[in-house]
């Protein structure tokens, strides 16, 4: 017996080591996917001036500048940077903001209630909202607004309303505000977490009344679907949860399917913060694949890969956010560290799941949700820049994939009087065409399932 024990023992330590150890997954056929899903022959002609050329050879050198799939990250977690000053000069803010330009094609803004409080002061918040439209706009980046409703984020008078015909107006005068205010932004996050709204953890307030008096869940997100398709039906709206392998989940977006409810994309998060949360291979595959049934897009709306050391379950991760809150009243900000070993697996891993996920043909962006280990969303060590805003492996792991593993460089002496055709990934492309030892600016979009043959305007 104590033979039994002593081999147990040893068993639990082998397995609790290795926890920081990512065995590399299989990825049968991802490559194969990736290039048939991801790139297309894109067919491009030149014109000077107006007219074709003839009896002319020139050489063109292209890049994709803007993959059409959206990598992105949330920039929820930068508010606190750029509050710091309130300039939006602040080294952490604008650091920050480079590291996005420099990766990401896709970023996703709060909206919280709480802070978007109307019997607040506004003035900032709006401030910084605007700033980072105008910036991302400048970078050729688009935004998500996150989110338009969520029963965990609302101001305590509104916790505290018993009324839900007072709710009722209020949030739609806030989803009407947000949407008309924040033309440009073209996704939306409509109710965030819907099943979760009445779990043990969710403490009883004016939004979770007012989902009871709406009949639940489903009518009362009908409803708000309604809404907003009235107010701007071309926007890309989400239906967004924490636990997409939940069969609940699955099943009120199938609900909505079947029932012809307007929204676009469901959003699956993957916040593995503990052992039993982290995804495999195959449980990761076959979550999309189900969805997938369902015909509508796959965004990976919220992850989170940490090089800290995880929790065995969320009950072990419960009293170290109780720990957390505690020491948040003492004015003190409990974290966990980065750790050398968890940072390779951190790499490791976010390479594994972005080639397997990248090689699903339902989805259509990747976020993850917090750049910097600074402030990072529960404490954790999530993010894919230090404390100190520095590269961590995982970062250089998605550049590498990103920028060159999924890149289309193209240099080639090309026949003017003829189309010119090349094998590339989806995206916006920038580059040059020398003629007659002069050079000219180029850019074009290669977008999926457009055939035709682009004609490329030139100018003396």
Do not use: C
Not at 384 to 405: F, G, S, W
């Amino acid at each position: 017996m104590k033979k039994y024990y002593f081999f147990l023992f040893i068993g639990f330590l082998l397995s609790a080591q290795d926890h920081h150890v990512h065995t590399p997954w299989n990825l049968d056929g991802a490559k194969q996917r990736i290039d048939s899903i991801r790139k297309g022959n894109a067919l491009i002609e030149f014109e000077l001036n107006g007219q074709k050329f003839t009896g002319k050879t020139g050489q063109i050198q292209l890049d994709l500048d803007r993959h059409e799939f959206k990598f992105g990250v949330s920039m929820t977690q930068s508010r606190s940077f750029a509050q710091a000053d309130q300039s939006f000069s602040s080294h952490d803010f604008v650091h920050y903001k480079q590291r996005v330009a420099e990766l990401f094609n896709f970023t996703t803004v709060g909206f919280y209630w709480t802070i978007f409080d109307e019997q607040r002061n506004l003035s900032f918040p709006k401030k910084y909202i605007r700033h980072v439209l105008d910036w991302a706009n400048e970078n050729r980046i688009e935004v998500k607004g996150h989110p338009l409703m969520w029963h965990e984020s609302i101001p305590k008078w509104v916790a505290a309303l018993e009324d839900t015909e007072k709710v009722d107006k209020l949030i739609f005068r806030r989803i009407r505000t947000l949407l008309e205010s924040y033309p440009s932004i073209q996704y939306w996050d409509v109710y965030n977490e819907p099943v979760a709204v009445f779990k043990d953890h969710v403490t009883p307030n004016g939004v979770t009344r007012w989902v009871a008096d709406k009949g639940g869940i489903y009518p009362a997100m009908k409803s708000l679907y309604s809404f907003v398709n009235g107010i701007d039906s071309t926007k890309v709206y989400t239906n967004n949860h924490y636990n997409p392998k939940s069969d609940a989940f699955f099943e009120i977006n199938k609900h909505f399917v079947e029932n012809n409810v307007q929204y676009s994309a469901i959003g699956m998060q993957a916040h593995m913060q503990t052992h039993d949360g982290v995804l495999d291979e195959q449980t990761l595959w076959d979550m999309m694949d189900r969805y997938a049934t369902l015909g509508k897009d796959i965004q990976f709306t919220e992850l989170t890969v940490t090089s800290s050391k995880r929790f065995k379950d969320w009950r072990e991760h419960q009293v170290f956010l109780a720990k957390k809150a505690e020491a948040r009243k003492l004015g003190e900000n409990l974290t966990l560290p980065s750790l050398s070993e968890y940072e390779d697996y951190q790499a490791a891993y976010v390479k594994d799941f972005y080639t397997l996920v990248f090689s699903h043909p339902q989805v259509t962006s990747i976020t993850f949700w917090n750049l910097s280990d600074k402030n990072a969303w529960r404490g954790h060590a999530g993010g894919l820049l230090d404390k100190n805003m520095a590269p961590k492996k995982a970062y250089n792991t998605l550049k590498r994939l990103i920028k060159q593993t999924w890149h289309t460089a193209i240099d080639a002496s090309v026949n003017l009087e003829e189309a010119f055709s090349f094998n590339g990934f989806y995206g916006s492309y920038t580059g040059t065409l020398s003629v007659d030892g002069k050079s000219y600016p180029i850019s074009f979009d290669h977008k999926k399932g457009n055939s035709e043959t682009v004609v490329i305007p030139l100018s003396e």
